[in-house]
Nanobody, 114 residues
């Protein structure tokens, strides 16, 4: 079975940075996309960023220019570098990978104070 373990969340001041990581284990195929969603209190879970096996990326408009997604295919790990954080970025962040179905991480809390 596929398992995703996230780390790197925490409390940070506005303008600061955090780096999230998500390590996948199990039967992971090299052509699977991986990415990040986030869910703020009272809001829907929205896509933040996605990266393909070829390295192409897509970002939500709200994070373009501030967040960078990357992956280490050999280690089945995806990262999210978050810079210039705003209070609006406060949310639980979830990583995912697409196999025969979508697998999710447990979520990690990011809180940005202003």
């Amino acid at each position: 079975q596929v398992q995703l373990v996230e780390s790197g969340g925490g409390l940070v001041q506005a303008g600061g940075s955090l780096r999230l990581s998500c390590a996948a284990s199990g039967s992971i195929f090299s052509h699977n996309d991986m990415g990040w969603y986030r869910q703020a209190p009272g809001k829907q879970r929205d896509l933040v960023a996605v990266i393909s096996t070829g390295g192409s990326t897509n970002y939500a408009d709200s994070v373009k220019g501030r967040f960078t997604i990357s992956r280490d295919k050999a280690k089945n790990t995806v990262f999210l570098q978050m810079n210039s954080l705003k209070s609006e970025d406060t949310a639980v962040y979830y990583c995912y990978t697409d196999t025969f179905r979508r697998f999710w991480g447990q979520g990690t809390q990011v809180t940005v104070s202003s």
